[in-house]
């Protein structure tokens, strides 16, 4: 079982990649930057050094190790702040990265799918900011509901292929960037009050969800778009 993790040399997809290898496997890791200490953190896993802003490099350098059985397009970023003070290389650079991207990795991955006749499985990294209104995150619930549209649309066109393609929706995850984020108790004590379970997330709690959704446990799913939130959004 071949596996490509899109932003893999931290947080969500780190994990991600080095789980399935620890499933058995094999795994391919893309990331624009791959640190120094990759291989020693990450030993099983194949790096894949590319800017997924250049649409053509992306397809060479997964068209390289192609096929691939599995796809977490997990790689995105998140520029904060208000509507008023949104740049326009702000807009440009979301929407390359979480969304653009996103089409990019999948069409690609996909084509080898159909050619090869694999029943593959995809999932993609969206957000609880999909689905709700977040103070300051006017870009990143704009993109990450692209994402949602994009995994239903995907998942129906491909359906036939028996390519699966779902979403998970975390709430703020304890990863370097969420704690970036979400350090400073004034920003984070109003979204923890709307949360039955009144924490944030843990790495590993988007991580199985995601393999569950890889596997073949979850063979009749697709097109889902499932919140990891601590019950934000069932409020």
């Not at 998942?155 to 036939?160: D, R, S, V």
């Not at 979400?182 to 009144?198: N, Q, V, Y």
């Amino acid at each position: 079982m071949r596996a490509l993790v899109t932003g893999v040399n931290q947080g969500i997809g780190k994990h991600v990649a080095a789980t399935l290898a620890e499933c058995g496997a094999e795994v391919f890791g893309l990331d624009k930057t791959i640190s120094d200490n990759f291989s020693k953190e990450l030993p099983n896993i194949k790096p894949i050094k590319v800017d997924l802003q250049n649409w053509d490099e992306t397809e060479k350098a997964i068209c390289a190790k192609a096929p691939f059985h599995l796809l977490v397009n997990n790689a995105g970023i998140a520029i904060l702040g208000t509507l008023v003070k949104i740049k326009e290389d702000d807009v440009d650079k979301m929407l390359s990265i979480n969304v653009k991207a996103v089409v990019n990795v999948t069409r690609i991955v996909v084509r080898g799918m159909v050619e090869e006749k694999i029943q593959g499985s995809i999932v993609n990294i969206s957000s609880q900011a999909s689905l709700v209104g977040l103070s300051d995150h006017n870009l990143y619930c704009t993109t990450k509901a692209a994402i949602d549209g994009f995994t239903r649309q995907a998942a129906l066109e491909y359906g036939p292929n028996n390519i699966r393609v779902n979403a998970v929706n975390p709430t703020v995850i304890m990863t370097e960037m969420g704690k970036r984020n979400w350090s400073d108790p004034k920003i984070a004590e109003p979204m923890l009050a709307k949360m039955p379970l009144r924490r944030f997330g843990e790495v590993y709690e988007v991580t199985y969800p995601i393999l569950f959704l890889l596997s073949d446990k979850a063979s009749l799913i697709t097109g889902v778009c499932l919140p990891i939130d601590a019950g934000y959004t069932a409020v």
